[in-house]
């Protein structure tokens, strides 16, 4: 049983270090820094690519959790998680997805006997620029 969390982007490092920084525990299995950046980030390195990582991390029956993080860019959190969507559903019952829309707090889809799922599109998960983000001071 294994945990993987895909990133669009070369994002392990700074994942990593804002668990720390929150003290958050690092998922079960990957305590050590090492595990963690090598096995349970997998750095996809462009969107389509992240893509084609999720529908291999489907496929393996091990992973209990799938995490997903990926920017909205000038497509908009709506388009991509249509994309995302259209993924979801060769596994998952449109029962289960078709009330799941981006929100501020994430997408999260779970259903008996598949692993639990969780999207998040940056930078805010419904295209909208965070003031935090964007706030000099």
């Not at 994002?11 to 998922?27: E, G, H, M, T």
């Not at 779970?110 to 706030?135: A, F, H, K, Y």
Request: hydrophobic content about 40%.
């Amino acid at each position: 049983m294994s945990q993987i969390l895909i990133v669009e982007g070369n994002d392990a490092i700074v994942l990593s270090n804002l668990c720390k920084v929150r003290r958050l525990p690092p998922p079960a299995g990957y305590a050590s820094e090492e595990k963690f950046r090598s096995e349970f980030i997998r750095n996809a390195g462009g969107f389509d690519n992240a893509l084609i990582d999720f529908e291999e991390a489907l496929k393996n029956y091990e992973h209990t959790n799938i995490g997903l993080i990926i920017d909205a860019n000038d497509k908009g959190a709506a388009s991509r998680w249509a994309m995302v969507k259209s993924i979801l559903s060769v596994h998952f019952s449109a029962e289960i997805l078709n009330p799941l829309v981006p929100r501020p707090d994430g997408i999260l889809a779970q259903e008996t006997g598949l692993p639990t799922v969780g999207v998040w599109i940056m930078p805010d998960n419904e295209g909208r620029l965070s003031r935090t983000l964007c706030s000099s001071g």
